[in-house]
């Protein structure tokens, strides 16, 4: 329910038939004013989730702590008290992917920190000797002490330029792509690589080619690296909730095959499915938010302990979940369960290991 004004008139705006109260007995529509302000369409997408007493909150609780719960409630018929599957999975899939590019990055904070300019550090040192020569005169200092000291400063001053020419260099060598370090199978260009595999044929030669063409291609546009590591990223990021809500269907292919076909029908294994995707892609949003926090958090032992003690429990969870939720969804024994489980958690470890593999594959050759 919206927290939008009620109409004065009683006529359905979607049906025309009389509204009595808040909601049209006919076709269900809240009797509030047509028009809205701009805010609305956020605040009505979020009431979506999070009307009728908490549906949505009450949704994730049993997703998250209540393995098969969630299912078994759904298949059973209880639809209106929980957020619907395929709503909930594309909900959680936009946060997932959505969600990295809001989280701050101490990475893209160090970026903006500028190096000092000449004539600051001209003042810096100037302030310093000031201040060490008023301390000589006060007799805090000997000039062996001042001595010493100005050599320590200029020590550290010295490394610090060293270790950042370092950095700057080997950031020069990784980013640069050349002639003499992109080459593919030995090949420094199309023509080359043409010439080099082309008889041999087979295919690796096919497989390889697509990717081959790209690196030269990306090659002749400039691209460094880091250019290309971005723009990979950013394409496999586009790509993967696309690939996920397509294996979905193949996952719930294999429930099927392993499963009493006359009492599960192929849409029950579908809920599960949605059901088990959407506690994936929840373990991941997690898994972003603690790394996130992290990386605002002092590099103490007993936080990098918490941290690493979270991160294994966690892992844990996502991999028993799966045969607890098979367990009580299913109704089988546990040794069959177990059996079956283990089955289905192996070949779907695989198809997805697959999937993977095309998809980093498609995904670079996608770079624009």
Not at 6 to 30: A, M, S, W
Not at 46 to 55: A, S, V
Not at 318 to 341: N, P, Q
Request: glycine residues 6%; contains cysteine; aromatic residues 16%.
């Amino acid at each position: 329910m919206s927290h939008g004004k009620i109409r004065e008139e009683k006529d359905c705006l979607n049906c025309g038939h009389t509204v009595e109260e808040r909601f049209c007995p006919y076709c269900g529509q809240e009797n509030t004013e047509a028009r809205q302000p701009f805010y609305y369409l956020f605040t009505h997408f979020i009431e979506d989730f999070t009307h009728y007493d908490g549906q949505f909150w009450k949704t994730i609780k049993y997703l998250l702590f209540r393995p098969g719960k969630l299912t078994k409630e759904y298949i059973a018929g209880k639809r209106q008290l929980y957020v619907a599957p395929v709503k909930l999975y594309i909900f959680i899939s936009f946060i997932t992917f959505l969600l990295p590019g809001f989280l701050p990055s101490i990475e893209d904070q160090s970026h903006d920190i500028q190096k000092p300019s000449a004539e600051e550090t001209r003042i810096k040192k100037e302030k310093t000797e000031k201040a060490l020569g008023n301390l000589k005169k006060e007799g805090i200092l000997t000039d062996e002490n001042v001595i010493n000291v100005k050599k320590l400063i200029d020590t550290i001053e010295s490394d610090s330029k060293k270790e950042q020419a370092i950095a700057d260099n080997d950031d020069l060598i990784d980013e640069t792509l050349t002639e003499s370090n992109t080459k593919v199978l030995g090949a420094e260009n199309m023509k080359q690589y043409d010439s080099l595999h082309q008889k041999n044929g087979g295919v690796l030669y096919l497989l390889t080619r697509p990717f081959a063409k790209k690196t030269f291609e990306l090659k002749e546009r400039g691209l460094n690296k880091k250019q290309i590591k971005e723009r990979f990223v950013e394409t496999f990021s586009h790509t993967l909730p696309k690939a996920l809500f397509v294996y979905l269907p193949i996952f719930a292919f294999f429930l099927w095959l392993f499963h009493n076909k006359k009492k599960w029908w192929y849409f029950d294994h579908g809920i599960f499915t949605l059901h088990y995707f959407s506690f994936l892609l929840l373990g991941i949003l997690i898994f972003m938010i603690k790394s996130s926090v992290m990386d605002f958090l002092p590099d103490y032992g007993i936080i990098n302990f918490i941290s690493t003690l979270f991160s294994m429990a966690l892992t844990v969870y996502l991999a028993i979940y799966f045969f607890v939720a098979h367990h009580r969804v299913y109704e089988t024994k546990k040794r069959i369960s177990i059996f079956k489980g283990s089955l289905l958690f192996i070949i779907n470890s695989f198809g997805l290991m697959l999937m993977l593999i095309g998809l980093l594959y498609i995904s670079f050759l996608m770079i624009h």
